[in-house]
Nanobody, 124 residues
Framework: QVQLVESGGGLVQAGGALRLSCAAS????????MGWFRQAPGKEREFVAGNTRSGIGTVTSDSVKGRFTISRDNAKSTVYLQMNSLKPEDTAVYYC?????????????????WGRGTQVTVSS
């Protein structure tokens, strides 16, 4: 098993930036594909970005492409989400998740472990 704890959320003005972190413990971090998801009030949880075990391969949703970047540090067992040019529609609870699949998947059912989430609020 792996335990995931997100941090770095907060309140930011539109156009600003935040960096989310997700620290993993309890298992071999490098064995997992990692992903970031988000859920806004009244909406379904959606895939934001994911990267492969090595961190070389990444997948980013069209809604954040060019603004958000996922990265990971296997030595620190941590995955990051750098969010730039934030918009009010980015407001959501952001979750990191770990998957035992080989490739990055965009469906939440493909992820085995989840953090509790961190709130990101972007004001206009």
């Amino acid at each position: 098993q792996v335990q995931l704890v997100e941090s770095g959320g907060g309140l930011v003005q539109a156009g600003g930036a935040l960096r989310l972190s997700c620290a993993a413990s309890g298992s071999t971090f490098r064995s997992y594909v990692m992903g970031w998801f988000r859920q806004a009030p009244g909406k379904e949880r959606e895939f934001v970005a994911g990267n492969t075990r090595s961190g070389i391969g990444t997948v980013t949703s069209d809604s954040v492409k060019g603004r958000f970047t996922i990265s990971r540090d296997n030595a620190k067992s941590t995955v990051y989400l750098q969010m730039n040019s934030l918009k009010p529609e980015d407001t959501a609870v952001y979750y990191c998740a770990a998957s035992s699949t080989v490739r990055v998947r965009t469906g939440d059912k493909d992820y085995d472990y989840w953090g509790r989430g961190t709130q990101v609020t972007v004001s206009s």
